[in-house]
């Protein structure tokens, strides 16, 4: 069983490159672990919206670009509420 396509192992190392790669993309200064759950949880949460908007993606690149993605908002929204 995997998450969005790809598995559980492959979930992490992709969701720590979309994280540091959305680190490097906002200027945050998070660290690796923060890295790695940004990206999953930006997938994860947008994967969901895509999905109730009747968009749904599979695969290793996709989970990438979507974690990217939503890594992106994540940070985005974290820095709004500090403000």
């Not at 290793?60 to 908002?73: E, P, R, S």
């Amino acid at each position: 069983m995997g998450v969005n396509g790809v598995g559980w192992i492959a979930a992490i190392i992709i969701g720590g490159f979309a994280g540091w790669m959305a680190e490097m993309f906002m200027k945050s200064n998070t660290g690796l672990f923060m890295n790695i759950i940004l990206g999953i949880l930006g997938a994860v949460v947008l994967n969901a919206i895509l999905s109730f908007a009747g968009m749904g993606f599979t695969g290793w690149l996709a989970y990438l670009v979507i974690g990217f993605i939503g890594a992106c908002l994540l940070i985005a929204v974290g820095r709004a509420v500090r403000r």
